[in-house]
């Protein structure tokens, strides 16, 4: 059902995670040029910005979850969720994904000195990640136990088990991305690989929350 709001939001992360993997494969930015290679990433920071968004507010309960976002709304279920893991996780997340927008809007200027650099780009970029990783840890710490046992059928651990991953090889690449005094990055081939992977963890995440969805509305 693409017209219910949590569909949305997976649809949402798909793109945005879809759009950092693409912009960190190897040879893209080779092909596109840095400049269109920044572009891809900021899109897919809007993107992901988009999903944080419609998640918080199913969060909060200003959304529901099985309706379209505007027939759902419900402002006055606002003052529950401020102790539910999800508002907090919600909460979290959405402000890394500013960081993002803020990172990867930077990253489109290419005349920073490595000051410069390294605080409107660098710095927005390791806050992001800290947020994402802080946000998957306390979803993560939220799921059934033993949390590691190996479950891939489960499909609420296997959702929180890829983006704590993803958000730990995006913490590793936002550390291997510091602009050095030479002006290169510490550590180009981390920084990308980094990106990759973790993109691609939260884009098999998201795949994943479609058919969790489906299997929640199931009697019994």
């Not at 809007?105 to 992001?128: I, K």
């Not at 800290?130 to 059934?144: K, T």
Request: glycine fraction near 10%.
């Amino acid at each position: 059902m693409p017209g219910r709001a949590d569909w949305q939001v997976a649809a949402l992360f798909i793109v945005g995670s879809a759009c950092f993997a693409l912009g960190a494969l190897p040879g893209y930015a080779s092909m596109v040029g840095t400049e269109a290679d920044g572009v891809t990433y900021f899109v897919g920071s809007l993107f992901f910005t988009s999903a944080a968004l419609l998640q918080f507010l199913i969060s909060i309960g200003v959304v529901r979850a099985d309706r379209r976002p505007r027939a759902g709304v419900q402002w006055r279920l606002m003052g529950r969720a401020p102790r539910q893991v999800e508002w907090w996780a919600g909460s979290v997340q959405l402000v890394g994904t500013l960081f993002f927008n803020l990172s990867t809007f930077a990253a489109l200027h290419q005349n920073f000195t490595v000051t410069e650099a390294n605080r409107r780009v660098w710095g927005p970029d390791v806050l992001g990640s800290i947020a994402f990783l802080v946000a998957s840890g306390l979803v993560y710490a939220d799921v059934r136990r033993p949390w590691l046992a190996w479950r891939p059928r489960d499909l609420g651990w296997s959702v929180a088990t890829l983006n704590l991953v993803g958000s730990v090889a995006f913490g590793a690449s936002a550390i291997a991305a510091k602009v050095l005094s030479t002006g290169d990055l510490r550590n180009l081939a981390l920084a990308n690989l980094g990106t990759f992977v973790g993109a691609l963890c939260f884009l098999l995440g998201a795949v994943l929350l479609i058919p969790d969805q489906e299997r929640a509305e199931l009697p019994g």
